[in-house]
Structure formats: C-alpha cells, structure tokens
C-alpha cells in the first residue's frame, strides 16, 4: 500500500512564498507520474504541476514562472516550490503519484495566500 503525506501548507501574504513536501511510503516501484493538484472551495480540482520518471515537466497556465515541482528519489520526497503567491491560489493542494495505472492521493494541505 502507498501512502503520501503532504506537509508545507500554511497563510502566507500575497507575493510570499511557500513550499510543499509530498513524502510516500510504501511500494512505489513502477512510478510514472507525480503530481500536485489543488482545490479551492466550490471548484473543481485542478492539475497544478507534474513531474514525468524522467523528470519532464508540466504547469497549469496560471502558475507558469511562479512554481516549480521537483523530486529527491533517495528521500522518496515531491516538492512545489511556489513564488509570488496570489490570493487566487489559495486551495487546498494534493499530492498524486500514479503507479502501475492506479492513482494514490494523499490528504492535503491548505494554502491561504492573504493579507
């Protein structure tokens, strides 16, 4: 069984900065896609950023320029990096690995981008 536990969310003024963290635990052998979503409230989830095996990758529009999603494979760890944050990305964000054709979620994070 995988599990992922996203931790890094938190208030933050418009134009700060945060970074998340998305550590798995568990069989993740067979990767082929980590990613991170968000929610805001009476919307949709929506794909934020993804990061390919072999370390190709993609943005929202809206995000383009401000974050940046990595990887540590040795610390089993996803990172976003998100700079000139924007009351508009407030959400609650999910990490998404996809392994061998399944989907695991972890819980979330809320950010709040707010003066």
């Known amino acids: 069984q995988v599990q992922l536990e996203e931790s890094g969310g938190g208030l933050v003024q418009p134009g700060g900065s945060l970074q998340l963290s998305c550590v798995s635990s568990?069989?993740?052998?067979?990767?082929?896609?980590m990613a991170w979503y968000r929610q805001a409230p009476g919307k949709q989830r929506e794909l934020v950023a993804a990061?390919?095996?072999?370390?190709?990758?993609s943005y929202a529009d809206s995000v383009k320029g401000r974050f940046t999603i990595s990887k540590d494979n040795a610390r089993r760890t996803l990172y976003l990096q998100m700079n000139s944050l924007k009351p508009e990305d407030t959400a609650v964000y999910y990490c998404?690995?996809?392994?061998?054709?399944?989907?695991?979620w972890g819980s979330g994070t809320q950010v709040t981008v707010s003066s």
């Open positions: 998404n690995h996809r392994i061998r054709n399944q989907d695991y």
């Open positions: 568990g069989d993740t052998f067979g990767i082929v896609l």
């Open positions: 990061i390919s095996s072999g370390r190709s990758t």
